[in-house]
């Protein structure tokens, strides 16, 4: 089974600042999906990013950047130039591949991110 | 691009009585659709996956007589709990996979909060 972990359940930034929230997990797979998603006060679930495993390079998408490290199962995200907009909870999840059925996302416990004017 | 369609988008319902939520997938067909549960400041948890014309699978802890789920065609997905509880009020979420390869993303309802009385 695999696991996913958010060790930090709040954290706030100044708005036009960058932070970086973490994400670890274990997993005994070697090809899946990392994602990153955003959970508004609305409880809509937004997909902010997503790394496929076998890729090197890290994704980016405008503001939002990953920093995949297989090796350490790490998979933390950047949020530069923050806005008041990306207050939020935000929840790292694991997707292993399986063909093109996929797989239920396994999720982190969520970090509450607070974008401070 | 692809949506899912989630309703109701909240129900209060008695003690004792069914509930039953419906998810939809309006633009594409969704062999597969997984059902989350949500619990106050709390991440995801899956319940089960619901595979067209088959029965679901339920994720360790969850009761398939008490949350019944019906995946009789490719674009709908209904759970329902029955005999209601005080203790299953909660924020469900259902995705779907869109149909486009194992690369499609997942695609989220915007969820229903149930509240048993």
């Known amino acids: 089974a695999q696991t996913v972990t958010q060790s930090q359940p709040e954290m706030s930034v100044q708005e036009a600042e960058t932070v970086t929230l973490s994400c670890t997990y274990d997993t005994s797979e070697s090809n899946y999906y990392l994602f990153w998603y955003k959970q508004p006060p609305s409880r809509q679930m937004i997909l902010v990013i997503r790394?496929?495993?076998?890729?090197?390079q890290n994704a980016t998408e405008n503001r939002f950047s990953v920093n995949f490290q297989k090796a350490a199962k790490s998979f933390s995200l950047k949020i530069s130039d923050s806005q008041l907009g990306d207050t939020a909870m935000y929840f790292c999840a694991f997707m292993k591949h399986v063909g093109n059925a996929g797989n239920m996302l396994t999720f982190g416990g969520g970090t509450r991110l607070m974008v401070k004017p | 691009g692809a949506v899912v369609s989630q309703h109701p988008s909240w129900v209060i319902c008695k003690s004792g009585t069914s509930v039953k939520i419906e998810c939809r997938s309006l633009d594409f067909q969704a062999t597969t659709m997984f059902w989350y549960r949500q619990f106050p400041k709390q991440s995801l948890m899956l319940m089960a996956t619901?595979?067209?014309?088959?029965?679901?699978?339920?994720e360790q802890g969850v009761e398939k007589d008490k949350f019944l789920i019906n995946h009789a065609s490719l674009t709908l997905s209904t759970l329902t709990v029955t005999s209601a509880h005080p203790e299953d009020s909660s924020f469900y979420i259902c995705?779907?996979?869109?149909?486009?390869?194992?690369?499609?993303?997942?695609?989220f309802g915007n969820g229903t909060r149930l509240t048993v009385t």
């Open positions: 619901s595979n067209e014309g088959s029965k679901a699978t339920y």
């Open positions: 790394q496929e495993a076998y890729k090197q």
């Open positions: 995705s779907a996979k869109g149909s486009q390869g194992k690369n499609s993303p997942l695609h």
